[in-house]
């Protein structure tokens, strides 16, 4: 009899495999974006089975709250909602789907073929273990990164008014 | 001893001019660069006098000293290159000569080179001369040498062609250039060869280890043969080649009378006074080498010397143009001390042909600056070279006349002027070594009195009226300001009491005082020749008459052999054009631009190619480049896992 | 839970790496582009946090990790689309083939 969680994460790897793909070969843009919603809710739910919960959480609600919308946002603001969109090139498509796998090939034989050794104890993941770890001062902490990526953050705000904001002579 | 912060405070003066002047005074400075240059070089020659003046009072044996040496490059435990200030007579003699001269030049030249729009770069050129003729000639080392000998060679091309928008000076500038850099090869090459079988570069060393019959250097170096002569000999012999070109001996000489382009008392200083005598010196300076180890080499200084000076003053007898004249005259007078060097021996009395020598460089230079100054006067005046254009004279230029009259005597060997004692000097030396030189050189004494005497009179007297009207004298000028006519009485001092100095009690092969006898009978007959040439010269030039015209009639093939510089420029350019360039020039030439340009250029085409090629996988999108990116870094991956791990 | 073997989740994450991958390749619009961006971005997540839970089960950085790669991908979205947005404006379409003016 096979472990009832295996089983879950079979299922949660197919659908998180099935709607990824889906979402690079749909033609219709906005079907795609769904199709990307769907598979961020399965990884969000394969961390749920890992048990790490706050991982899951960071998940729905940034990437399914906030990209997402943002995608399906400036699809509509470029007004291609319905729109199907036209086939890659031929080549292109064979060319990179070669590469795709090559890739996947060389990886996945290499995940496979070491031998891991996990270690047997429990993933602590308690709130405040992680407030430690992101605001703290003590070993492992990351609170420079944290504050980097603050700024990131707001620079890349700015840099999306400006590079987005109608120039004055478009206006005119 | 003299005190080291005066000599490195001699050399020095001249070197921080020429930084002042060439660097910072080009505009600022202009009207004080002649003052500042002049100064300096006062202040030098005053040091120098005093420096030589307490060396040679101090003791009576002297040997070459190392009196400062800073180790420059360190090449190995044995080889090093080092900078240093060699004290001993002849170098002191000769940093007194140098900045004598070139004190009375720079003096000179504030009168002759006034309102010459490049009066400060002509300032900072005759520094940078004065100090690396400086340098030369308290090198410890051949290497120290060889460098600043380049530098002479620099500095010499650059005063050359000083007027360089005339075509001549820049030809002729660039013929001295590669008339003494194709010398100063054999020179280097020569360096090589000493400095490889002795085992060191340092005069004193080189010297000591090269004159022990029982060193081992000098047995390695004398052991083996190519071409009939042994290491040693080809070494010496292409450092005299150097020597040879800088000193313009016959063959090499060609570049010496082209430079009479350059500035009058460029020519003065560095072309009869000074740099010139540099090959002199330089043999002087490896004496016991080529006396003791290589005598085969001293002959061949001695017949180069010999050949040279009689070779030359037939040529003067020929030439019409004043400076020319000189400039043969010069070489005359070098080859002199070339062959008084050559038939001297080591030590003792066979040594006298050695200080002799030297003392023919150190009157020599004295009189052949004060008639080169002499000339420099005239041709501010009447803006010519050509002696065509001159006659008559004495009675506007007098002090000029008298200089020049007492250069003229100086130069022929008339008692009590100082050629006399120097010129006597070598022929007793020659007179005792070999007859046939002492016959040669007895002629040649005859022919130089006769040419100087003819330039003599035919600047200043010959015809009554004076100047040709093709160009009529500048009277503004008349005969130049104060700081022009100071030099040159100055020099007549020097040319008349220079040969007074008892020379061979400070200059000797050996370092031991030698006590020179001259007898009055050997002196008449040089004297009775000499007084010849100058009867000869007066009878034919002394008033303006047909008879120079007829005698060059009845034997013309030869005057115009004369004339022509026994077609030694025509011979060198007829190998150059019909040997060297169609045999060596021309498929160095097509090597050079098929074989090596064509490679340049095939790699340059090829790249191009290959960038033309590539050039198409920059199509702009943005999927082609991640595409490459992720292609390259799988095969990367590939690579480094499977056929490196 | 230590059922599930890490093998099985890296192999997950390698293919739908790779997915990603090939829809950043072959889609011609820009903003399916990066939806294929996306689905890289967080199969390396995955990675990270597998990797944690597996072989460094005492430490909690690659969580940290995870968090700041979200934090990125937010900003890196934004970015990219105000650029598509600008793009879109001034040349009307946002097809990866023909934004090629910076060819050679």
Known sequence: ?172 | MPSLNNLLLILLLPFCSFLLLGLAGRKRLSPLAGILGTTSLFISALLSVHSAWTYFSSTSSHKPEVAWSMNWLQFSDSLSIDMGVLVDPISMMMLVVVTVVSFMVHLYSLGYMKGDERFTTYYAYLSLFTFSMLGLVVSVNLFQIYMFWELVGVSSFLLIGFYYDKPSAVSASKKAFIVTRFADLGFLIGILILGHGAETLDFNTLIARLTDPSSPWLGALSAGSFLGASALTWGLLLVFMGGAGKSAMFPLHIWLPDAMEGPTPVSALIHAATMVVAGVYLVARLFPVFAIACPVALDVVLWTGIISSVFAALIACAQTDIKRVLAYSTMSQIGYMMFALGLSGYGGEAGLGYTASLFHLFTHAFFKALLFLGAGAVIHMVHSNEIKDMGGLRKRMPVTHLAFLIGCLAIAGIPPFAGFFSKEEILTAAYAANPVIYWIALITAGLTAFYMFRLYYLIFWSRESGVSNAHPVDEHHGEGTISMKLPLLLLSVGAVIAGLVPFGNYVSSDGTPLHIHLHIGDAVLPVLIALTGIGIATYFYKTESSKPAKLMQSMRVFYMTLHNKFYIDEIYLFITKNIVFPLIGRPAAWFDKFVIDGTVIAIGRTTDRIAETVRVMQTGRVQDYALFFIASLITLAVFAIYLFH | MTAIPLTHILVLSTLLFFIGVFGFLTRRNLIAMLMGLELMLNSVNINFIAFNKYLYPEQIEGLGFTIFIVAIAAAEAAVAIAIIINLFRTTHHIDAEQADSLKY
């Open chain 1, 1 to 172: 009899m096979m472990d009832p969680s295996l089983i879950a994460f079979y299922a949660i790897s197919a659908f998180i495999l099935v709607t990824g793909f889906m979402t690079v070969i749909s033609t219709r843009l906005f079907r795609s974006a769904i199709y990307l919603l769907f598979s961020l809710i399965g990884i969000a739910g394969l961390y749920f089975l890992l048990e790490v919960e706050f991982a899951a959480a960071v998940q729905i609600i940034v990437y399914v709250g906030g990209i997402v919308v943002l995608i399906i946002f400036s699809i509509f603001l470029t007004n291609q909602g319905g729109a199907s969109m036209p086939f890659p090139h031929l080549i292109r498509r064979n060319v990179g789907a070669a590469a795709a796998m090559a890739g996947a090939a060389v990886v996945g034989t290499l995940a496979a073929a070491y031998e891991w050794h996990p270690f047997p104890i429990t993933f602590d993941t308690s709130m405040s273990r992680i407030g430690h770890m992101l605001v703290g001062t003590g070993e492992g902490s990351l609170v420079l990164p944290f504050e980097l990526v603050s700024v990131l953050l707001l620079a890349a705000m700015i840099g999306c008014i400006v590079i987005a904001m109608k120039s004055r002579h478009e206006e005119k």
